[in-house]
């Protein structure tokens, strides 16, 4: 069975651009999440949504968004592109969205804001 | 405030030995942990959960100590290889339930 698969695996944006990031859940997974990782740290919560609803949302600016569509994948926006914005972009899919479940992360999308 | 640390940033063992890596959480009413390891180029890979209601629980070669009183989380790796050289995390779940907390995590480097 494949995993948690995203789309691309790499890419450059300069500043000012926006960004889309894509997301497959595992198939049977209803909740995808998106978490930021810059390098060193931790991984940081950004969103959750399952069924297509926004469940939860990090410490973020309004450039964040995203949504999730009728098959489960999702996409994760960014606006106006800044060099902090540089980081490990890792989405995660579980089965409920319930806070006691196991998350399953992709490889991510290595974002570099030049 | 919510956050999940690691005591310590790196740890090397030889291969074979048994290692422990370290965690402190600091919501009193976390009620379920996950111990990941993510290897370089790759997303963070399961190891293993634990709900409050339990104080230890235990997988392939790993093994996983809540202690509540003092807020702290363990991850127990034995007769370590080469291949669980990885950084280690562990994480929380959030007040509101939607999200993992994650600390700064543990590079185990594993020598042979």
């Known amino acids: 069975d494949a995993g948690v698969t995203q789309s691309p695996t790499h890419l450059i944006k300069t500043r000012g651009q926006h960004v889309t990031l894509r997301c497959s859940p595992i198939s049977g997974h209803k909740s995808v999440s998106w978490y930021q990782q810059v390098l060193g740290q931790g991984p940081q919560f950004i969103f959750q949504y399952y069924e297509k609803e926004e469940r939860g949302r990090g410490n973020f600016p309004d450039r964040f968004s995203a949504r999730q569509f009728p098959n489960y994948s999702s996409e994760l926006n960014v606006n106006a592109l800044l060099l902090g914005d540089s980081a490990l972009y890792l989405c995660?899919?579980?089965?409920?969205?319930?806070?006691?479940?196991?998350?399953?992360f992709g490889s991510g999308t290595q974002l570099s804001v030049l | 405030g919510e956050s999940v640390g690691l005591h310590l940033p790196t740890l090397s063992v030889q291969e074979g030995d048994n290692s422990i890596i370290n965690c402190a959480y600091s919501?009193?009413?976390?009620?379920?942990f996950i111990w990941y390891k993510q290897e370089s180029g790759k997303g963070p890979q399961f190891i293993i959960d634990i709900r409050s209601n339990m104080d230890k629980r235990q997988g392939q070669r790993v093994t996983v100590l809540l202690n509540k009183t003092v807020k702290h989380l363990s991850l127990q790796i034995a007769a370590t290889q080469p291949g669980d050289s990885a950084v280690y995390f562990c994480?929380?779940?959030?007040?509101?339930?939607?999200?993992?907390?994650f600390g700064k995590g543990t590079t185990l480097s594993v020598s042979s």
């Open positions: 994480a929380e779940v959030n007040q509101a339930g939607t999200a993992l907390i």
């Open positions: 919501n009193s009413a976390s009620d379920y």
């Open positions: 995660a899919s579980s089965l409920g969205g319930q806070h006691n479940e196991k998350l399953f």
